[in-house]
Structure formats: C-alpha cells, structure tokens
C-alpha cells in the first residue's frame, strides 16, 4: 500500500504544520477566448460535509441557487491514499457517477496522467473537457458569485443583490484584507496548532490563533458591523470564516488542542454571529443553507482519526476512536431577543426551527447521511447507536422505538431523534417545527448496529487496515 507516513505526519521535520499549494488553478469566464465558459450542466463540483475548504464551496452553490446548474458530487469523508473514496455511506454516492470511479486520485489521474501531489477536494470539474478546472477553494466560491448569472433569476444574480452580493466592489479591499489574516491565523491556523508536532510549533499558532479571534470580536463591537462581518448582509468574509468556527468548539477546541477558549462561552459576539448564520432559515440565508450544510458529530469523528493516524503512523489499528460527547449542545439556539433582534435585519420566514431533515441537492439520499437511522447508517452507524447524539440525562438503554420518529406533522413528531410533543411543540407556517424547549437527543445501542461494526473491523483488518485521513 505504500509509505504513508509523510501522508499522516502532518508536520515537517522542524515540527510546523505548512499547507501546501492547490495545483489546478484555472478559471471559469464569461470573456471571450476563455477556455472554460459558463454552461448549464457542463461542470461538477466534487466535495463532502467533513472538509472545510469543501464545506465553502457548497455553502456558495447553495446560497447563489446553482443546483441546478452545476452537479454536487459528494465523497465519504475519510481518504485513503487514492483520495476520497465513493463508499455509499456518510452522504458520498456508491461509485462516481461521470466515470465510475472508486476514489478521487482516478479523477485527477483523468485529469493529469503525470499528476504527483494531494487528491483533495472541493474539486470543480469540466465534463466537456475532462479535466479539474480548479482545485482552490478561495477561487472556486469567487467563480460561483457571478459567472453563471445568466442561468438564474434576476433576483439571484450578484449585481441586484442588496448590498452589492457576496464580494461587493465597494467593500472588497476590507474583504481580502480580513481573508489574509484570518485564513493565515484561523481557518489554517486551527489546523498548524492541531497538527503541530513540538511545542514551539504549537505555541507559535496557538496564541496568534486567539489574538485574531480577540480581533474578531472587536471588530463585531462596531454597530457597522452587524449582524455581519460587514454589516447587514453576507458577504464572503462570513462563509470563509463560518467553516471554520462552526468546528471550533466541537472538534478544534478539544481534539486540535485549540483551548484557550472557546467560542460559546468566551466571544459572546462571535458566538452570536455564528449561531445567527447557522439558525437563520430565511431568504437571507436561502433557506438556511448554513445550518443544512452543517454536521457536528461528522467534524468530532473525522479530526479525531485525523489526529490519531499522525500519531500512530497512519495506522488504524491498536486505537480506539473514543467521541467526545461535548459540548452540549452541539451549538446553542439564539435567545427569543437574540432572534427577534437578527428579524428586524430582514428575513421572511421563522429562525429557529431545530430540523435537519432537508439537504442540499447532490446527496445520495434525502435523509440525513450522518445519521445513525435509514438504511444506509452514517455516524451513528459508526458507534452502534441507534440515534446520533447523546443526553446526559436520558436513559440510553432504552431503544427508540418507531412512533418516536415519526415525520413531522404526526401528533408525536420528534424531528432529530426527540421527545414526544408533549411540550406543545407546533409547526410554523412554513411547515418548520418550532419546539418550546431544546429537543433531547438519545444514544442507544442496537445489535444490528453492533454486528454491523464488528463485520466493518473484521474486513478493515483482513485488508490491511486502510490508510485513512481528513483532507487538509
């Protein structure tokens, strides 16, 4: 299977962390002579839910209504040294759908026979030409605000967007200016941290990882800054940033050792930014593309194994995965003024509703991929559980039954693996369910479940033990 332990290690010899270059950096243009021109249906956008240079990406399509304009191809979110694979499972499809492939090194071997480097995604991809366009995730989501314009509606495209859309002429030199430093001390810092393999390399990213978010919440202090970065609408510097502090306090403060503070408790504005993106499920936010796209548990799962093959040579054998069960809750709701205040911004339709039952277009099924529940099992499956996520108080011996999870409009609906309705619990003219208190989620253990992941280890070990690690 090869040497895989540069693949893991992470860290150069002087023990720092340093990302390397995307290799295909081509553009998508509307101008005359470009080699790759918008059309309906001529590209792929390759990525998954646990990468969160991926993760911008299918924010952006999904903000800007492209769904039915370029295809999303999703991955399992684990990657061996043939790159992402096509597992079925965790939201990924059971084969490529273009080429059959099995694992994203066949796509850029496709691309470039003579290709040497990372197999990573968000992968943009030209069908016609066959070949990666770009592989930079930065250009990417630059290249979805206005170039296909012309296949959306009039209200959709960046030019009659208020406030200028996503990267507007008038605020862009802020814009590049945040993205520098926040992407040189956060969305890469939280990963030269995790990653860093003596403490001199961990202390010179962990402290200017806090200092630009001590920064952050300054500047979120400026009423001109709110509810945004830059004010009252999305702009580019909220999704760059999002990826990455959607993971922080589940994933980077605990497993990336990223623990001087966490967000939740310790940046009282950044929080409520975060959680105003991930709750909104308005027009503002298409939806509530944020909160659709968003998968706690999958983001624990995969750093954790992340970690631990850096640290046993990129085996997986002879440690146990152990999930953290915090922080509870995964992220906090918005209080009713903290809503009603993010209201008077502008939205049309309810904040708060607690369902992660629709997904993006492109997902191999139409019900939550990381969920432990359906046919296909997701993390859940993983652990044996039944439901996803625990409760501390709840009894996690007793199995959840089928009444329990009954769609939503039924008298007991208990969308997310919760309670009966027994708290007056209601539905939204939108159809969104509006629950009076913070739904519990239990964890029980069940012995398909059980044999299930018995069989999995049995065959991982017969094989060798894949060598398996999150996509930087």
Sequence with gaps: MGDSRQTHQHA?????????????????????GSKFTPEKDRYALYGNYGCPWAHRTIIVRALKSLEPVIQLITTDFDLTENGWLFTGRNGSLGADPLYGFTGLKQLYLKADPEYVGRYTVPVLWDKKTET????????IIRMLYDQF???LEPDQREANKPGGGFYPPHLRKEIDAMNDWVYTTINNGVYKTGFAATQEAYDASVYPLFKSLDRLEEHLGHASHQPYLFGEYITEADVRLYTTMARFDVAYYNIFNCNLKMIRHDY???SKWLR?????????????????????EVYKYGYLKAKGRQIHGGSDLGWPVIL???????????????????????GTRKLNGLSIADLPSGLATSSNPFSAQGEKGGMGALFGADVDSPNPDDDVTTPTTAAATTSVGSPASTRDGGDDNEDGDTLDENGEFVPRKNIKRRTTYSDANAKWVKAAKKAEKKGGAPYIHLAL
């Design 276 to 296: 105003n993106l991930y709750w909104d499920t308005s027009d503002r936010t298409n939806g509530g593309v944020f909160k659709k796209t968003t998968f706690f």
């Design 324 to 346: 953290p069960r915090g922080p509870v809750p995964d992220i906090e709701p918005l209080t009713d003024e903290e809503e009603k205040e993010l209201m008077i911004h502008g």
């Design 12 to 32: 150069d010899t002087d023990g720092h962390f340093r990302r390397k270059e995307s290799s295909f950096r081509n553009w998508i243009s509307k101008e005359p």
């Design 149 to 151: 314009d012309d296949f």
């Design 268 to 270: 009282p504005r950044l």
């Design 132 to 139: 990666i366009v770009n592989n930079e995730s930065s250009e």
